[in-house]
């Protein structure tokens, strides 16, 4: 694919979801399934495979984990490299691979347990000195105001927010963090879907981008945090973690 083809088809994804608030709360799954990606890879992972859970490049699948793509498979899009020189790569779901031996190979991914993992969230809140609750919704809210208020207020800025809309934005935020979140944590979280519409109001191709970062980032971070704080939770089994953001995938170390 073509970087210039590639781009056209995320303008089109862009269009779509701020056209349909159904659609963007789709989107947030998507960044909470794949926090190690950037935003633009989120909305080429929507577009393309929007359950995917954890995807890695075709060498990364065969190197690290045995395993392979599937004949026939597609792969998702996304841009790599730097500004001065960029080119389109694809990575695949791992509901698109298979064992290269055909025996059972299974990859562990990263998954939140309420009862186990559940004082990992609340000690991240205490130590920030916010009081943290027995519902998850709040401890996900406050997470989200913890991890993101800082780039949520500058956000407002950049976007030059009139004063009584700061209130609404602010909120649609961090809604959409703990969303996204609640997702990966197998959570029914409740949005205010008229505070999506009203806020959707504000935003354009140029905006939701930076609207999409602040959120994506937020994501990582949380999750990233749950996910080292947990660790120390197991006693006799740990997570490998690879920084580089080229997978989202985890082995369990036997």
């Given at each position: 694919?073509r970087?210039n ?5 995320i ?12 659609e ?12 190690r ?8 992972i ?16 065969r ?50 347990d309420?009862?186990k993992?559940e004082e990992?969230?609340?000690?991240m809140?205490k130590l ?8 998850l ?18 956000l ?6 009139k ?8 909120h ?17 979280y ?20 930076s609207?999409?970062?602040?959120i ?11 996910m ?19 997978y989202n ?6």
């Amino acid at each position: 694919m073509r970087i210039n083809d590639f781009w056209s088809i995320i303008e089109l994804v862009k269009m779509d979801i701020l056209n349909s608030e159904t659609e963007y709360l789709k989107l947030l799954k998507v960044i909470g399934n794949n926090q190690r990606y950037d935003f633009l890879s989120q909305l080429s992972i929507y577009d393309k495979n929007p359950n995917a859970t954890a995807c890695a490049s075709f060498d990364m699948w065969r190197k690290r984990f045995n395993r392979t793509v599937t004949r026939g498979q597609k792969g998702i899009p996304i841009l790599s490299g730097n500004n001065a020189f960029q080119k389109v790569g694809y990575v695949f779901d791992i509901s698109q691979t298979v064992s290269v031996d055909r025996n059972m190979n299974e990859v562990r991914i990263w998954s939140f347990d309420r009862k186990k993992h559940e004082e990992a969230l609340k000690d991240m809140i205490k130590l920030q000195s916010y009081d943290e609750s027995d519902n998850l919704s709040e401890n996900l809210y406050s997470l989200s105001r913890i991890y993101a208020d800082e780039s949520i207020y500058e956000l407002c800025n950049n976007l030059r927010m009139k004063d009584e809309d700061i209130s609404s934005f602010v909120h649609f935020m961090r809604s959409s963090i703990s969303y996204a979140i609640s997702n990966r944590f197998h959570h029914n979280y409740q949005v205010d879907m008229e505070n999506i519409k009203e806020n959707f109001r504000h935003l354009d191709s140029i905006s939701f981008m930076s609207v999409g970062s602040c959120i994506s980032n937020a994501c990582n971070k949380i999750i990233e945090t749950t996910m080292t704080r947990t660790q120390n939770l197991s006693v006799k089994k740990g997570l490998t973690k690879d920084i580089s953001a080229d997978y989202n995938v985890f082995n369990e170390e036997k």
